[in-house]
């Protein structure tokens, strides 16, 4: 098992300001600052995919990522996009996977420098860059300590679930405690009392959540981050999710004439805020909608041009595909749905789910 047995040494300052420092507080004059750390951390004895070294700040978290998994690799970010200041090696359909899986979703965001970014926004391409671009066990130091405790909870979650899909190891240091049960590590390690526990898998906690009908006005705060375009129509249903009362994810609906029926309502808009990707919650509120709907003799559609959300919508038993994705869609993928390089990736799906009368309110 790794053994945690070094010492951080340096040499004391013996500038004018560092003597006054002494004298004012009364410190001891020493030659040598001196920090010994001692213990195991037996992590070779069981499979594992998620660690993480926590404590409070000073305690040794960086050392012990250094000394034992060798610290975090240094990033350059100078590009004019951050798409490409990732690995040339790399395949667009890999970068945009590593992104997606993390809740980076917003494409606009995609094709801007890291440095016009918000915090959230650097904090998860980050976090897709390192699990593209590591080598081994994948580092990461200061984890989630610059963002938002929503968005840290949530990128914990995301980034979990995309290291153990793709088989790698992945261990990280951080300060707060809150995202243990999120991240939930296989291993946790607190260097302020050398203490290791393993910790079994279990369900993310639960959000609370809350769908209303509201004005065509609650858009404006989402339209910046849409794929596609900013627009909508006037005519548009729109419904907001809200996790803890703080707007999450809209749906904007609109009347859809047909030939043969005249009841047919499609999916015009489907957003999530960048501080809430990656928890599902646009197909939870599609969801939703489809079962009041569907009691309100109704029939919804979904005309998705995202890859992300072309797969989720695949893979939901609630929803039907009526057409693939994509102008000049492949025969088939191991997956049933592709599309070729240059073609719009568009795709129909219906809603066929269970009706909820309960839920016919929100229309």
């Known amino acids: 098992m790794p053994a945690i047995n070094f010492v951080?040494?340096?040499?004391?300052?013996?500038?004018?300001?560092?003597?006054?420092?002494?004298?004012?507080?009364?410190?001891?004059?020493?030659?040598?600052?001196?920090?010994?750390?001692?213990?195991?951390?037996?992590?070779?004895?069981?499979?594992?995919?998620?660690?993480?070294?926590?404590?409070?700040?000073?305690?040794?978290?960086?050392?012990?990522?250094?000394?034992?998994?060798?610290?975090?690799?240094?990033?350059?970010?100078?590009?004019?996009?951050?798409?490409?200041?990732?690995?040339?090696?790399?395949?667009?359909?890999?970068?945009?996977?590593?992104?997606?899986?993390?809740?980076?979703?917003?494409?606009?965001?995609?094709?801007?420098?890291?440095?016009?970014?918000?915090?959230?926004?650097?904090?998860?391409?980050?976090?897709?860059?390192?699990?593209?671009?590591?080598?081994?066990?994948?580092?990461?130091?200061?984890?989630?300590?610059?963002?938002?405790?929503?968005?840290?909870q949530i990128?914990?979650?995301?980034?979990?679930?995309?290291?153990?899909?793709?088989?790698?190891?992945?261990?990280?240091?951080?300060?707060?405690?809150d995202i243990i049960d999120w991240l939930q590590p296989d291993w946790t390690f607190e260097p302020a009392t050398m203490t290791f526990t393993r910790r079994c898998l279990r369900r993310r906690p639960e959000l609370q959540c809350e769908i209303k009908r509201e004005p065509w006005s609650s858009w404006l705060e989402f339209a910046p981050f849409h794929y596609l375009t900013a627009d909508l129509h006037r005519a548009a249903q729109c419904y907001v999710l809200r996790v803890n009362d703080r707007p999450a994810a809209f749906a904007g609906l609109i009347y859809r004439p047909h030939a043969k029926v005249r009841?047919?309502?499609?999916?015009?808009?489907?957003?999530?805020?960048?501080?809430?990707?990656?928890?599902?919650?646009?197909?939870?509120?599609?969801?939703?909608?489809?079962?009041?709907?569907a009691a309100a003799g109704k029939r919804i559609r979904t005309y998705p041009a995202h890859p992300a959300l072309i797969r989720g919508f695949d893979k939901s038993r609630h929803w039907k595909l009526e057409k693939r994705p994509g102008y000049a869609a492949k025969a088939s993928t191991s997956d049933g749905i592709g599309w070729r390089a240059g073609s719009r990736p568009c795709a129909v799906f219906e809603y066929c789910g269970p009706k909820d009368q309960a839920a016919a309110i929100i229309n």
């Not at 979990?160 to 790698?168: E, S």
């Open 155 to 177: 990128g914990s979650h995301a980034v979990q679930k995309y290291v153990r899909k793709t088989g790698k190891q992945f261990v990280a240091a951080a300060c707060h405690y």
């Open 263 to 293: 009841n047919i309502w499609g999916v015009s808009r489907l957003v999530t805020l960048p501080d809430f990707q990656g928890l599902g919650l646009a197909f939870a509120l599609s969801d939703r909608i489809g079962a009041a709907y």
């Open 8 to 152: 951080v040494e340096t040499k004391c300052s013996t500038s004018v300001r560092a003597r006054q420092l002494e004298a004012i507080f009364d410190v001891p004059r020493q030659e040598t600052s001196r920090i010994e750390f001692k213990g195991d951390l037996p992590i070779e004895d069981t499979d594992w995919s998620v660690g993480l070294i926590v404590g409070p700040s000073g305690c040794g978290k960086s050392s012990i990522l250094r000394e034992v998994f060798g610290g975090e690799r240094p990033m350059n970010w100078s590009r004019d996009s951050v798409v490409d200041d990732f690995d040339t090696s790399l395949k667009m359909d890999e970068i945009s996977t590593a992104c997606q899986s993390v809740g980076f979703n917003t494409i606009p965001a995609w094709m801007r420098p890291y440095r016009v970014l918000s915090n959230g926004e650097r904090f998860r391409v980050e976090l897709a860059r390192r699990l593209l671009e590591s080598e081994g066990v994948i580092v990461v130091d200061e984890f989630t300590s610059v963002v938002d405790r929503q968005v840290a």
